[in-house]
């Protein structure tokens, strides 16, 4: 799916990696690499959220995340188009990040603003391998 929104290979990645999309998120993106690491999959996350990435948003949840187990797709995806629609996302921030086989953690803060309105908050994300690629289960306030 093309997305107007992405930016150029040589634009500053969106997850604020301080490398160029092209070198950092936008292979997760395409779908051409997995991202390696739960913190990988964290920022490729926050990059997509940043550019409309709403595929590869759904494509990411792990199938026993709350809203993917339990929404329609077309719910799914459109509550997705709506947060990435509604919000800007100027930058993340990882604290912490940890793997015990394949189960990962996240912490960070998201820097995020809803019409003008600072909406940021803190997560402890949690991820799992799932027939060997990083998928999001479920984060809670930090
Ligand atoms: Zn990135």
């Not at 070198?23 to 959220?49: G, I, K, N, V, W």
């Not at 940890?98 to 402890?124: L, P, T, Y």
Request: net charge positive.
């Amino acid at each position: 799916m093309s997305n107007l929104r992405a930016p150029k290979r040589t634009s500053a990645c969106p997850c604020q990696s301080g490398k160029p999309y092209g070198e950092c998120c936008r292979p997760y993106h395409r779908r051409t690499q997995e991202a390696p690491d739960p913190e990988a999959l964290m920022r490729s996350r926050y990059s997509a959220f940043a550019i409309g990435e709403i595929d590869y948003l759904v494509a990411t949840l792990h199938p026993e995340h709350a809203e993917k187990k339990n929404l329609p797709e077309e719910m799914l995806r459109s509550s997705l188009r709506a947060a990435c629609r509604d919000h800007r996302y100027t930058g993340l921030t990882i604290l912490e990040t940890s793997v015990d086989g394949d189960r990962g953690m996240v912490r960070f803060v998201a820097k995020v603003f809803q019409r003008g309105k600072d909406i940021s908050f803190s997560e402890r994300s949690t991820f799992e391998r799932v027939g060997g690629a990083w998928r999001y289960l479920e984060g809670e306030t930090a």
